[in-house]
């Protein structure tokens, strides 16, 4: 069996990584996935749901620049506050003050685009501004890959009551996750948003894998 060498930056709960079990049995690959969280807590209890995943507690950007040749396939999901229109629209509330955008998600795009030799993807917000470097839109996030992603990439959406009293519960039942496991200094919400939707993560890494499906006819084989 193929072993495929997986690196997961920024990887908080693993949304993004939660099916990939299921795509490498159907693809025939043994994957090797590296996931790497600064949040001491969310490394734990991503540990406790990938208990075969080697995690590691680092800055992502810092772990990419050194160990990016390791990998054949990497994940970045670089923070996006900085970048979103929300983070935009909202400033001057609550003492908000505009901030500069944290360019390490185009050093990132800029670094795999031009010294990694695997697949790689970078996943983002739509940005308040207009994206640098020729993202794809899918759906409401943009990716910058060097391997076509799919038409059909689209998540759930939670669109629910956004930091009352009960969006936990209802993020906890849309995830099918206790957030409240986490006992880390981030908001519960933030972190339960912060997961990408599994099927996302799923239709992105059965391409990265060369599986293509029947209704997704624009996507063709990659090897």
């Known amino acids: 069996m193929k072993k495929f060498r997986v690196l997961n930056l920024y990887a908080c709960l693993g949304g993004n990584r939660y099916k990939w079990d299921e795509v490498a049995e159907e693809a025939n690959v043994d994957i090797q996935v590296t996931a790497v969280e600064l949040d001491e807590e969310l490394a734990k209890l991503y540990q406790e749901r990938f208990p075969n995943d080697t995690v590691i507690v680092a800055d992502a950007h810092q772990y990419l620049l050194d160990h990016y040749q390791e990998f054949d396939f990497i994940w970045t999901s670089p923070p996006c506050p900085t970048h979103s229109r929300a983070r935009f629209w909202g400033f001057g509330a609550n003492g908000k003050m505009p901030v500069y955008p944290d360019m390490k998600l185009y050093e ?5 685009q031009h010294h990694f030799k695997g697949q ?3 996943e983002n917000v739509v940005p308040y501004y207009d994206p640098l470097m020729n993202p794809v839109t899918r759906d409401r996030h943009l990716y910058w890959a060097n391997f076509a992603i799919p038409n059909d990439v689209s998540a759930r ?8 009293k009960n969006e936990v519960d209802k ?9 409240r496991k986490y006992k880390g200094g981030q908001l519960l919400n933030k972190v339960a948003r912060n997961l990408v939707d599994y099927e996302v993560g799923r239709t992105i890494f ?6 293509v499906r029947k209704k ?3 996507q063709t084989e990659l090897f």
């Open 108 to 112: 990132e795009i800029i670094f795999l």
């Open 216 to 218: 997704d006819v624009t």
């Open 206 to 211: 059965e391409t990265a894998l060369g599986i």
């Open 120 to 122: 790689y993807v970078v």
């Open 157 to 164: 959406h939670f669109d629910g009551l956004c930091q009352t």
């Open 171 to 179: 993020l906890c039942e849309f995830h099918d996750y206790d957030f």
